[in-house]
Structure formats: C-alpha cells, structure tokens
C-alpha cells in the first residue's frame, strides 16, 4: 500500500507541508516495504487547476492513501474518483504522520476541507 505525504524535504524527518498542491515534494511510502519508494520535485508551477492536476499524478503512481493538512473541493473529487483515501494529519515529521496512521489516529476525510 502506497502513502503519499506533501513534504518540504526528501526524507522521513522532514515536515510535511500545509500547500498540498504547491508542496515542494510528495514523499510516496510504501507501507508493505517499509520505506520511501519515491520521491517527487513538484516542479509544476501553473497559477490555478493545481490540485486535480497533482491529484491525477498521484493517482499515476499508484498512490492508495493521501495524508494532508487540508484539501480542496477540486482536488478532492479528482481524489475520490481514483479511489484515494484521503487523511488529515497536523504540520508534523513524515515518520510520525506514517505512525499515527498505521496507529488509527488520523480522521479520515470524507469531504473536501476548504
């Protein structure tokens, strides 16, 4: 199972970033390895459609579950019809946010946040 986390750096110590679709990273964890199989430079850099743009991408990757700060109605919906369950999580490390998740403690989102 595949984790995608919008981060300010590269590793598992890094912050996660509140800008889901102008992160400088999506760090993708793979749950069944244990480990980061990807990370990408999110190079893109259009003024707006952003969200459903780096939603599709993540779909491409095989992204199941999208950890985030907050989410667009957009973005959302790109997200639901891909099947990708999205979760809220606060600013915290990538190593954390991937425990609390594995540990039932991050709301599940059912609705886009703003």
Known sequence: ???????????????????????????IYDLDKGEIVEVIENTANEAHGMGPKVSQMLAEKGVNVLILESVGQNAFEVLKAAGIEVYLTKKDTLANIIENYKNGKLEKVENATH
């Open 1 to 27: 199972m595949k984790i995608a986390i919008p981060s300010q750096g590269k590793t598992l110590d890094s912050l996660s970033n509140d800008r889901f679709a102008r992160a400088e990273f999506f760090v």
